[in-house]
């Protein structure tokens, strides 16, 4: 590890060096190099202080061989809690040097669609919905609904939003899988709890130098965007439903009164499945080998229970139970997050070590 940080902190001299000469910034690889430095920066600055806490550690050892008994109590006090602080700090750049998800940076799509449960499933997904919104809210991401499809009821069949800001897709990606709620519906008369289940998938959303679209595999549909219930139902048409007949995507948008408006986010929704489509057959044969802690992120799998009649919310990835649900639905999700971005850096941790 040292030898490998000793490298890292060289390349950084080496690119700060680049970078401060005169008339850098007209270098075409201006751009390029400042981003590799920034991404190294807080590395190198974790061995730097780690190199001092070791340089005071052994300071401390050698002085108290020539001191007093007492002061060399003193000393060798010193030294071990400077030996425990190099640990911490060597813990620390462990983390720092695993590799990054590429896809961590980027805005997400986020999809809900109501599964197994029939009406209760489709107002579980709009509960789905209004959660995510309100943890966005606090966050301050971006939200741009861009297919709401909803049901006579209250519910949502299926919902695809559009979320920025920074670090959006490391924050939510633990979210996708399978979600069922344990509760009594409102329409059941004998008071029996009933289970329904609702699919989230969160993907990665690309550029378009990711993913590169020909218009000829794509056919355009138009038709009048409408509601439940006949509810916002336009004249003109203005929804608009892709095809990509490579893959079979099919990506519908109705949310806005512009037509152009819904086909730039049916684009923006259709490249983000793309992108997710050949990256999944890319890894294929490595998820195939290895199944992260914190789930696969296969939409079949079963990855949360939200128990009503118990306010309880257990993550089954984690063995994590909460018991607030009226917290957790209006937001209240970091503790959550957090545990499974946790439970994802020991695992990565783990594997780095054998």
């Known amino acids: 590890m040292l030898k490998k940080l000793a490298e ?19 270098s075409e690889d201006y751009v390029r190099l400042s981003r590799e430095r920034a991404e190294l920066e807080e590395i190198v600055s974790a061995y730097h202080v780690l190199q001092e806490t070791e340089r005071e550690m052994n300071a401390a050892f050698e002085e108290a ?23 911490e700090q060597e813990d620390k750049i462990k983390i720092l040097l695993l590799p990054k998800d590429e896809n961590d940076g980027r805005n997400c ?5 109501a599964g197994a449960g029939g009406e209760e499933a489709a107002l579980f997904a ?6 995510y919104m309100a943890y966005c809210e606090k966050h301050r991401f971006s939200w741009e609904t861009a297919e709401l499809s909803e049901t006579e009821l209250g519910g949502v069949k299926e919902a695809i939003v559009l979320v920025g800001g920074k670090d959006v897709y490391k924050r939510l990606k633990y979210e996708s899988g399978v979600h069922r709620v344990q509760r009594v519906p409102e329409t059941e008369s004998q008071g029996r709890i009933h289970t329904s289940t609702c699919t989230v998938a969160v993907l990665p959303e690309a550029e378009e130098v990711d993913v590169q679209i020909d218009e000829k595999d794509v056919r355009v549909d138009l038709y009048r965007s409408s509601g439940a219930g006949g509810q916002k139902v336009n004249k003109t048409e203005t929804a608009i439903r892709l095809t990509h007949f490579p893959t079979g995507i099919v990506v519908t948008c109705q949310d806005e009164r512009s037509q152009l408006k819904n086909k730039e986010k ?3 929704v259709l490249r983000s499945r ?30 949360r229970t939200y128990n009503f009649p118990q306010s309880r919310i257990t993550d089954h990835r984690i063995g994590l139970s909460l018991h607030d649900m009226d917290a957790f ?4 999700l970091d503790e959550m997050i957090d545990a ?9 941790l783990a594997a780095s070590e054998d």
Not at 126 to 131: F, G, N, V
């Open 274 to 303: 793309l992108y997710d489509y050949y990256q999944s057959r890319a890894t294929g044969a490595e998820a195939a080998n290895r199944k992260s802690l914190v789930g696969t992120g296969d939409r079949s799998e079963r990855i």
């Open 109 to 113: 799509t986020l999809e809900i669609r």
């Open 329 to 332: 639905l209006s937001g209240d």
């Open 126 to 131: 709009y509960e789905l919905y209004r959660m």
């Open 65 to 87: 061989e020539h001191e007093t008994e007492e002061m060399r109590s003193l000393l060798l006090e010193e030294g071990y809690a400077l030996k425990e602080k190099c640990k």
């Open 266 to 268: 049916a684009y923006r």
């Open 340 to 348: 499974l971005a946790r439970a994802d850096t020991e695992r990565r």
């Open 8 to 26: 890292i902190a060289a390349r950084y001299e080496d690119l700060t060096q680049k970078l401060s000469a005169p008339d850098a910034y007209l």
